[in-house]
């Protein structure tokens, strides 16, 4: 038993085509699924050997002599498994998990080595990690900006899952369109009787920070309104902001820092949403955690919009094989927005009477 698993770890092509009484061609041939006419019984006396043996492919190696490993690469820089972010990030893989066997592809999850500061990394040692597949779907908000240049540099396939700049070209992705989203929302309020409505982003900058202040920004120009776009590093000034603005909905990037805003709002005797509209912008990364301690609430019914998750990923599978199948090329082609649905919930109403 013992030499027969040892024969099974070491068998070559070589041997397979020994043991069916065929050549190593007509082996390769077999394995690469080609199009070229095979008798049927001599491709099942291949097969058969291949399951009697456990031959494995040689990825590897086929890697380097150019054939496709029919791998697709799935990398996040954030964790995926803790549950908070299973919630967030589960739609995104079961989108590519279901496209993925549509299409024929293997996935490979790449997690833990390569950290750097706490981060995780494309890049070890020089290396590109990602290397072992045929190319790579990309999660997270915490994107390293060198590895994304640099992976654009050396055109490595690879689509981006959110809406990816480069300096060094083009960037594949697939994003939700958060600046139309947002704009919608603000139109909402508006509806409402809103007539000063704030912005409350997230600390750090990214593409989504950046799209959601756009769509904000383009609805107040719209009505003409001055805007008020604050960030979330000091919850308790920007409530007492609030209030001296007199503002009587507020748009916030994060479901931690809208919490926190509505403990505060309780706290100083005002009721949401009676006297303060909160509208969440998104079903939020938990990685976007406000830096405010976040008060433990009863489950709110926000008002927020659907993040198109599951669609995201399974679009993102869809234009990362048609590149593999060199029918497109990274460029404006394969760069997708995918429209948000509102979300009507218990934190936005009609817009107060005149104070007292």
Known sequence: MRRMTEQRKRITQAEVARLAGVSQAMVSLVLNGSDVRIAPETRARVEDVLRETGYVVDIMGRRLRGKSNQILGVFTYEAVF????????????GGIEEESEVQGFDLLLFTSPGRRQGRRQVYEQGSNRLG????????????????????VDERFP???????????????YVGADYAAA???????LWSLGHRRVALVGYREESESTADRRSGYLRACRRHRKAPLALTDADLSQVFEQLRREQVTAALVETTDAAAALLALAESAGLRVPEDLSIGVLGDTDPSQTSTWPVPRLPAVEWTTFRIPRREMGARAVRILAAMLRGETEPGRDTQVLLPCVLLDGATVAEAPGPRR
């Open 82 to 93: 803790p549950s908070g972010s299973a919630d967030f990030y589960g739609p995104f893989l």
């Open 132 to 151: 072992i597949a045929d190319g790579c779907i990309l999660l997270g908000r915490h994107t390293d900006r060198d590895e994304l240049d640099r992976l």
């Open 182 to 188: 947002t704009a919608a929302m603000y139109e909402r």
């Open 158 to 172: 690879f689509v981006f899952i959110g809406r990816r700049e480069s300096s060094a070209g083009l960037v594949s």
